[in-house]
């Protein structure tokens, strides 16, 4: 990995295996112009795809390997990825053993969340909207991702996880069928909902993140605490918000969250 890295990318505190290496952008150090500025990820947003292609490869050559871009639909699906396979393919979490590429997660408020093994011999990245974390029957996104990597349930505890920016608990207000997605099998998420006005919820996606997980049986988390630092739709000058700049622009950026093996 390259040392030059813009000053305000995420590199997540964790202690994983020195070979086992994380970055997340944020909306700097590219060349997109406005309001995709600088550094846009996405090549469905509407930005300059020339713009967007020089991006990646800054991102490639930050992480001296090829990031794997998946098509993202909201979904549960999970992909093993390696070199022989494109981008583009529709899925939201992917799974690596391979050095020669990095699991690839592009957000603009819904939570990526990184995933290893304490030997590292696995990285995994997952996109954690609501509807992907909420899935369908209690298995959404990180349920599917946390099965294809086969850890034994006894083994989970040594699985390590870095959740990264998304929208926080007092921007993100949702309908009481957000509520029902969680709730109505899990009595412990409604502790992610706080009353709002209209009968609607403040939703703590992370939190709800972190309850999923731990019911895997992972319990090293680390990263997105739920607390305004790590906001994607309050920290404007640092991060792409969809539901933010949606209003005011019709669409906005996508930063990524990489992950790989550096053997």
Known sequence: MTTDLPLSWLQPDWPVPSHVRALMT???????????????????????????????????????????????????????????????MAADASLSVSPDVACTILVADCLPVLLCDA???????????????????????????????????????????????????????????????????????????????????QADLAGLARQRLQRLGLSQIFGNDSQAAWCTATQASRFFSHRRDGRLFGQTGRMAACIWLAL
């Open 26 to 88: 944020d909306r700097h150090g590219g060349l997109s112009q406005a309001p995709f500025d600088s550094m846009n990820l996405g090549d469905h947003v509407g930005d300059r795809p020339s713009d967007v292609l020089s991006n990646r490869l800054r991102l490639q050559a930050a992480v001296g390997r090829r990031p794997i871009f998946l098509q993202q639909v909201h979904g549960v699906d999970c992909l093993r990825v390696n070199a022989d396979l494109a981008d583009g």
């Open 119 to 201: 030997a590292g011999t696995w990285v995994a990245a997952a996109h954690a909207g609501w509807r992907g974390l909420a899935g369908q029957g209690g298995i959404g996104v990180l349920e599917k991702l946390v099965a294809l990597a086969e850890p034994r349930r006894s083994a989970r505890e040594a699985v390590l996880a870095w959740l990264g920016p998304c929208i926080g608990p007092h921007a993100f207000e949702v309908g009481p069928e957000v509520r029902a997605a969680f709730c109505d099998g899990d009595a412990q998420a409604a502790s992610c909902f706080e009353p709002a006005a209209n009968g609607k919820f």
